[in-house]
């Protein structure tokens, strides 16, 4: 009786604990992802913060065994359906059949390359920058692509940094409608349907302000600097629901951010509220060492894990050290747990749980070739890179071009289908780049007659070519002309002797405007100087078409040119784009996102410095106040600057106001008009200044701007609304406050001639 009594009572408790491991249905997150949890070893969760990227040290047989046995989470840089499936299929193998994710960096496209990020902000048109996020988002997805560490809205008023290239330019306000655009692009309706992938902000935080422009540099700013000026683009991307974040690699006051438990949990978990999850970037937590603020790696590992780094990109020190830590307490469950559980998290918000092949698909509907041609969007990249063509000089006209003239086209960067697709061009291949040459070529064809010659190498410095190839890959390589360079010229001016006019492609290879690719100088090589004053002797109009990642110093360049059109690094389609601006068939509309100095020794130069006491005034003595005494003061070209082939004028600005009471809103108006015998597009921006304050305040902030196309001769009004919330700023004791007094509102169509009208806050 009492073995049978036994034996029941066992299985009753048998029953319980199935029913207790039954697991929840998928639908309720959290239940799904705790009752996970409770099943996990130490060791499978251990494996779940670990970001590995194939290599000679974990090459692909190791990485699957290494998944099998649940030790790896995800992989970055993988990145076709034949080569994650087998790491998938490892990962269903595992004990707990914990899907794996598979990320990269599809910054400005994954197969079709739209422009460089700073490209992008020169359109300020956020539907083409969702076509960029949406048509990215998908190519990638479709390449078994479920992460992407991208966008990057890092705040660049320092043009030496080489990853100015990567970001959205200067300003706060535009970076932040930029990052909240791009991720909604890039996620699309959720994150879980088979065509998003989801967003990884970057590199939180600060890192576009690393001193002296030094890739990796220390950051040191003031707490209202940082509340201000730039933090709200991580924040617009968070709140537009980007699934993680990149965490940069730069000090922040002295403290990394991959260790820095005020950055990682108080500010952007505890203020924010953020839920997902947090990457360091590559091989961070072992810098920590060299940081200083770690002795070795057990204590980078236990610093970062505490700090608020979920996953360990390249890792090498969380499957080492979190065990031990563990086992000897320095590091709680609780803390291991809240990680792993942000993991999954980002897993379940990828669809990955319901199926772990949601992007890979099946192998017999794999692509016969993952880069054919078919799978491009060139219309849209075509659309795209015409939009974020910036007219920078237009003297007598010289442009458009007739179709029906000879023209000559030089320079090292005329005929680069590598180069012209930038930094951070994902999966693009140059064979699929159309380059200027080609461009102009089929403008040109059956009409005028397009005479080449390279003219010169983007530069004969040694050094520099040592260092930048040193980076590149064996097909990226830059190889110098074997000829003399007056052979070169010799031969670029035989080509202009016989043209109508010039057009030179100049500035910078795509390695010069990258990570690690911080530069003393703005200027454009020397090798490239020779050249262009050699044309400019030639007395043919010449045009400058500028391909670079960052603004370059081109006062000398500027005097030399009949026209400049600044291109960026505009992608798959960049050379048609570029011709159908040079030649009338799309007219420019673009603008600065960022401010081009004079020369280098005036950065940092941006629109919305802070008041002072001393500030210099154009046409007055410079005695005694802020400025340079060898050149004029204030940008070669100012933010938000840009011309077209049509003119625009803007009437007097009216407010529906003189004072605004807290609650209301107040409308700002403003006529543009076409005053040109063309069709056009413009961007009427709206700039606030805070005239009294309990601080300092910038000399003019945006705050809103309207892209508007307007046929010939046609007249348009505008309205902005303002609201006290526009009026915000966070005041030295970091509480975000609108105080009442005196705001200047002005209008332009460029951050530097504006209209101006002014009201009271009360």
Do not use: C
């Amino acid at each position: 009786m009492k073995s049978s009594l036994l034996g029941l009572a066992l299985g009753l408790v048998s029953q319980a604990a199935l029913a207790a491991t039954a697991a929840p249905p998928l639908q309720d997150k959290q239940a799904f992802i705790d009752h996970l949890l409770g099943q996990m070893s130490q060791a499978e969760k251990i494996g779940q913060l670990r970001l590995i990227s194939i290599s000679p040290e974990m090459p692909a047989e190791k990485i699957r065994e290494e998944i099998a046995a649940g030790r790896i989470g995800g992989t970055f840089n993988s990145r076709t359906a034949p080569e994650n499936r087998p790491m998938q299929d490892a990962a269903m193998r595992s004990r707990l059949k914990i899907p794996m994710f598979f990320a990269y960096d599809t910054v400005h496209g994954e197969r079709t390359i739209f422009p460089i990020s700073l490209g992008l902000a020169s359109s300020w048109d956020m539907d083409a920058i969702t076509t960029v996020g949406r048509t990215s988002a998908i190519e990638a997805a479709a390449d078994s692509v479920d992460m992407t560490f991208a966008p990057m809205v890092d705040i660049a008023r320092d043009p030496r940094w080489g990853r100015t290239s990567e970001g959205f330019g200067e300003d706060t306000y535009l970076t932040s409608r930029i990052a909240e655009v791009m991720v909604r692009g890039l996620q699309g309706k959720s994150g879980a349907e088979h065509d998003s992938v989801m967003a990884i902000v970057k590199h939180f935080a600060l890192y576009g302000a690393v001193e002296g422009g030094r890739d990796y540099n220390v950051v040191d700013m003031s707490l209202p600097k940082m509340y201000n000026d730039y933090l709200p683009p991580y924040r617009a991307g968070i709140d537009a629901g980007a699934g993680g974040v990149m965490v940069a690699l730069n000090s922040i006051n002295g403290v990394p951010a991959t260790a820095n438990t005020w950055l990682m949990n108080d500010l952007l978990r505890q203020q924010w509220g953020f839920k997902g999850v947090t990457i360091s970037d590559h091989g961070a937590i072992k810098e920590l060492i060299r940081h200083g603020v770690a002795r070795d790696g057990r204590e980078a590992a236990k610093l970062a894990i505490k700090a608020g780094i979920d996953m360990s990109m390249n890792d090498s020190l969380y499957g080492e050290e979190l065990p031990g830590l563990l086992k000897a307490g320095e590091v709680s469950q609780a803390e291991l747990d809240r990680a792993v559980r942000e993991v999954l998290g980002a897993k379940y918000d990828m669809g990955l749980f319901k199926d772990p092949y949601l992007r890979i698909g099946k192998a017999e509907d794999d692509l016969q070739d993952y880069y054919a041609e078919t799978r491009l969007h060139r219309a849209a990249a075509r659309d795209v890179a015409r939009r974020s063509l910036v007219l920078l000089e237009n003297r007598d006209d010289t442009l458009p071009l007739r179709k029906s003239a000879t023209v000559a086209l030089v320079g090292p960067l005329a005929d680069a289908p590598l180069d012209i697709m930038g930094s951070w061009a994902a999966d693009g291949r140059p064979e699929h780049a159309v380059s200027v040459r080609e461009g102009l070529e089929h403008a040109l064809d059956g009409k005028g007659k397009l005479l080449y010659a390279k003219g010169a190498d983007v530069t004969r410095d040694n050094a520099i070519l040592d260092y930048l190839n040193f980076f590149n890959a064996k097909d990226d390589k830059i190889v110098l002309d074997p000829r003399p360079p007056a052979v070169m010229i010799d031969e670029a001016l035989k080509a202009a002797a016989q043209a109508d006019v010039v057009v030179a492609v100049v500035g910078e290879s795509k390695g010069m405007s990258h990570e690690s690719a911080s530069r003393t100088s703005l200027d454009i090589p020397a090798s490239q100087k020779a050249l262009i004053k050699a044309l400019k002797d030639t007395g043919k109009p010449l045009v400058l078409v500028l391909m670079n990642g960052r603004p370059l110093s081109i006062t000398w360049e500027r005097e030399q040119a009949d026209a400049i059109l600044e291109t960026w690094f505009s992608g798959t389609e960049g050379g048609n784009a570029i011709a159908d601006v040079l030649f009338g068939d799309y007219n420019p509309s673009g603008k600065l996102p960022i401010t081009f100095p004079r020369s280098v020794g005036q950065i940092p130069m941006y629109y919305n410095r802070p008041s002072i006491g001393r500030p210099a005034t154009p046409g007055e003595p410079g005695n005694y106040t802020s400025q340079y005494f060898e050149e004029p003061n204030g940008p070669l070209y100012p933010f938000g600057y840009g011309l077209s082939y049509s003119s625009f004028t803007l009437s007097d600005l009216t407010l529906s106001a003189d004072h605004l009471q807290r609650g209301q809103r107040l409308q700002a108006k403003v006529t543009v008009k076409n005053t040109s015998e063309r069709d056009g597009e413009t961007v009427a921006q709206l700039y606030v200044q805070d005239v009294t304050a309990s601080m300092s305040r910038p000399v003019k902030e945006l705050k809103g701007f309207q892209k508007v196309l307007l046929k010939a001769g046609e007249t348009r009004e505008l309205t902005f609304t303002l609201s006290e919330s526009d009026l915000k700023f966070f005041n030295a004791q970091l509480q975000q406050v609108a105080e009442p007094g005196q705001f200047n509102v002005q209008v332009g169509l460029d951050s530097q001639n504006v209209q101006q009208q002014h009201f009271e806050l009360r």
